[in-house]
């Protein structure tokens, strides 16, 4: 797989956990294993957020010295693999629990189209 696909995976992997996160965080205060999800899920979303954030910076700094970009993909993808790796692991965990992704999704997206 590309590295551009694995980072645009990753991008919609986040923007999924940002709409689960609504749920869980309401249901964290009953469920104890929720709330150790919940954690887990925080932090390596963080590192995702931050990983592309770094991507990105260096993108800009390369592109603006003329440098080509395969290097610096291949710089990045053995730290976006794993990150990857537990997000999917994540993301079936939530079954588990039920969470309300679809209609929160909804909602979002309404909200954004009344913005």
Sequence with gaps: ????????????????IQVVLQDAEER???????????????????????LLDEFCLEALMAKSRGFFMTRLFTDFFPSLKPIAVYLEFLAAER?????????????KLTKEEAS
């Design 28 to 50: 964290q205060v009953k469920e104890k294993a929720m709330k150790i999800w919940l954690g887990e899920l925080k932090e390596v979303a963080h590192d995702a957020d931050n």
């Design 95 to 107: 079954l588990n629990f039920n969470l309300k992704v679809l209609s929160l999704l909804r909602n």
């Design 1 to 16: 797989m590309r590295v551009e696909d694995e980072i645009d995976k990753l991008r919609h992997s986040i923007s999924i």
